[in-house]
């Protein structure tokens, strides 16, 4: 989503965006009544939690709301802006934090815990191309309180922000990896564990000891055997990214 300077515009966002922040009316011309930029983004979101966001066009999104797509425009100008407001309205904002006695580990897990489960909800939402940094409110209310876990650590506010983008990038490749793992396995209509079965058999056969000695003790322990538990692997993962942080914050203090 490009942004640029307009006589139109205070922020030089575009006018969708401008409208989700309340800075923007209804347009007051054109569309029926019943149309609003809360419809259309909730429509389109239907669209691909249902059917995926390849489905996702303006022409699709009028279809369902019974509307000319032209009107659509008037509320939404381009189908990049449409998508960065869907990834927001999936977002919603932010748990509530926990209690401040409970330290920053707590609240930046409670954090990442929860990022995770919006994407799991909406895997489509990690299929949208990032353009920029945040901008739209429901990702800058995460933004804040993911920043705000880490008041009183002691670490610089560049520090902070690094913090939060080392973790949800975590988040995403996670959430990204086992979905992807699961739609692999719907499509070849096999089940987590014959696959890793299978895996593990053929890397028995493929990983000579001599070549791929590391490789070929991993498969002999019968490892590559078992599908990962999202779960375990998530918080082997997310414990070992706060051990590093922990560590950069006692070096602060």
Not at 176 to 204: D, H, K, N, V, W
Not at 214 to 232: I, Q
């Amino acid at each position: 989503m490009t942004v640029k300077m307009d006589n139109d515009s205070t922020t030089g966002l575009p006018a969708s965006i401008e409208a989700a922040w309340g800075l923007r009316g209804r347009p007051t011309k054109g569309p029926k009544p019943g149309l609003s930029l809360d419809r259309i983004v909730a429509a389109a979101v239907h669209i691909a939690v249902t059917d995926g966001l390849a489905a996702v066009s303006m022409n699709r999104v009028a279809a369902d709301l019974g509307a000319a797509t032209m009107s659509l425009y008037r509320y939404v100008s381009a189908k990049d802006e449409l998508l960065a407001l869907m990834v927001d309205a999936a977002l919603g904002l932010p748990p509530e934090p926990p209690a401040p006695d409970r330290g920053w580990r707590a609240g930046l897990s409670r954090w990442a815990w929860a990022e995770r489960a919006v994407l799991q909800r909406h895997t489509w939402a990690i299929q949208v191309p990032i353009s920029g940094p945040p901008i739209t409110p429901n990702q800058i209310a995460w933004l804040d309180q993911g920043l705000a876990c880490l008041h009183g650590t002691g670490l610089a506010e560049d520090e902070k922000l690094s913090v939060i983008l080392l973790v949800s990038g975590f988040v995403r490749t996670e959430v990204t990896l086992f979905s992807q793992i699961a739609e692999a396995t719907r499509a070849s209509g096999t089940t987590p564990e014959e696959m890793m079965s299978s895996y593990g058999r053929l890397l028995a056969r493929l990983a000579d000891p001599r070549r791929f000695p590391a490789v070929n003790r991993m498969v002999m322990s019968g490892v590559a055997d078992k599908p990962d538990d999202p779960d375990k692997e998530f918080i082997f993962g997310l414990d070992r990214i706060l051990d590093g942080v922990e560590a950069l914050v006692r070096s602060r203090t």
